[in-house]
T-cell receptor, first 115, second 111 residues
Framework: DAGVIQSPRHEVTEMGQEVTLRCKPI?????LFWYRQTMMRGLELLIY????????DSGMPEDRFSAKMPNASFSTLKIQPSEPRDSAVYFC?????????????FGPGTRLTVL | DAKTTQPPSMDCAEGRAANLPCNHS???????VYWYRQIHSQGPQYIIH???NNETNEMASLIITEDRKSSTLILPHATLRDTAVYYC????????????FGKGTKLTVNP
């Protein structure tokens, strides 16, 4: 299995620009998660989907952030406009909810730098 | 979800057992203990989880005290590749799939 695929792996952009991060979950998984990691705040959940439906978006910092999951094999996290404080590593994870049990598998992350 | 407390850092000699403690004194009856680790610059990796019985898999063993207020993750023969940040997380069984990561324990395996 290819695992969770994220693109791009690195992104450098200027303040004010739109940034789109992409994620392909593991085939057959029905939950998808977006996390952000910074030195100051650690690893925090932004949003998660189950069967392509957003379940918990309480971690989305503000309206500049949006996430979509148009189908079971693709999700995007968009930041518009981007700001320097958005610089972080963004991880996507997926899981297969079986009964009440699930294990999250993480992608390699996208390192975002906003200048 | 219950909070967890872990030491910020630990050292271990290569080939020896690494015992990583976690305190979760406010854990409730329907909360499981999960362990993940994050090797530098990589995404977190699932290790093991348990409710009240000791668990073992190919990566590690999990020992949960009888009162469930603490647990220990054991890497029986640590290697240099086990150097990572280890996170202990409690999560309600059947509840939200959300994982709340604390600061974890930075384990350094020394040659």
């Amino acid at each position: 299995d290819a695992g969770v695929i994220q693109s791009p792996r690195h992104e450098v952009t200027e303040m004010g620009q739109e940034v789109t991060l992409r994620c392909k979950p593991i085939s057959g998984h029905n939950s998808l998660f977006w996390y952000r990691q910074t030195m100051m705040r650690g690893l925090e959940l932004l949003i998660y989907f189950n069967n392509n439906v957003p379940i918990d978006d309480s971690g989305m910092p503000e309206d500049r952030f949006s996430a979509k999951m148009p189908n079971a094999s693709f999700s995007t996290l968009k930041i518009q406009p981007s700001e320097p404080r958005d610089s972080a590593v963004y991880f996507c994870a997926s899981s297969k909810l079986q009964g009440a049990q699930s294990t999250q598998y993480f992608g390699p992350g996208t390192r975002l730098t906003v200048l | 979800d219950a909070k967890t407390t872990q030491p910020p850092s630990m050292d271990c000699a290569e080939g020896r057992a690494a015992n990583l403690p976690c305190n979760h004194s406010t854990i409730s009856g329907n909360e499981y203990v999960y362990w993940y680790r994050q090797i530098h610059s990589q995404g977190p990796q699932y290790i093991i989880h348990g409710l009240k019985n000791n668990e073992t898999n190919e990566m590690a063993s999990l020992i949960i005290t009888e009162d469930r207020k603490s647990s220990t993750l054991i890497l029986p023969h640590a290697t240099l590749r086990d150097t990572a940040v280890y996170y202990c997380i409690v999560r309600v069984w059947g509840g939200s799939e959300k994982l709340v990561f604390g600061k974890g324990t930075k384990l350094t395996v020394n040659p």
